[in-house]
């Protein structure tokens, strides 16, 4: 069974294309954000106001081993949150159990997405100003590049997850 990790920034489309792909290649989608609220059994954003964005970070990658721990029976997609990568050794693990694919996607690309989505479990985003985003993208460009694949945000289709399996079998 394959476990193939959706990594990028916020806005880059991770769960827009993680449900596409998963109902076409009949994997199992699990959005850790998603997990994380069921988990805590309230909302991101509730989280990051009561514990802050430590507390949210020890959440995050508890459940993240949870989530990997369940999803080995069946083909997974975790489509991870923007910082998911960046924390408490969670590149490490996914590395070591999955593909990771990196979704890497320009500021402006990020902005326009972000503009058409809801925020409530993005409260690091703020206003999704360009400056913001892209200070935001520069401390965590060196760990998203450690994905074993990396694809262009901005040119994804339905297709390309077939690519995304090929690597997927070629590195095993
Ligand atoms: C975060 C991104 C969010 C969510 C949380 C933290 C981040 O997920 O996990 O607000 O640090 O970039 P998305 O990538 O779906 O926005």
Not at 17 to 46: C, M, P, Q, T
Not at 58 to 83: D, H, K, M, P, W
Request: glycine share 10%.
């Amino acid at each position: 069974m394959s476990i193939i990790y959706l990594i990028g920034m916020p806005g880059s489309g991770k769960s827009y294309w993680g449900k596409i792909w998963g109902e076409k290649y009949g994997f199992e989608v699990v959005d850790l954000d998603f997990n994380i609220e069921r988990h805590a059994g309230v909302r991101i954003s509730d989280i990051f106001f009561g514990m802050g964005e430590n507390g949210f970070r020890s959440l995050e990658a508890a459940v993240l081993l949870e989530t990997i721990s369940a999803a080995r029976e069946q083909n997974t997609i975790i489509v991870t949150g923007g910082g998911t990568p960046v924390f408490d050794g969670n590149l490490k693990t996914m590395r070591r159990t999955g593909l990771i694919v990196y979704f890497e996607a320009t500021v402006p690309y990020l902005i326009k997405n972000l503009q058409n989505t809801p925020q409530a479990h993005r409260p690091l985003i703020g206003d999704a100003s360009e400056e913001n985003l892209s200070a935001m993208y520069q401390k965590r460009k060196g760990f998203y590049e450690q994905a074993h694949l990396k694809v262009c945000a901005e040119e994804l289709h339905r297709d390309t997850f077939a690519e995304i399996q090929k690597a997927c079998i070629e590195q095993r």
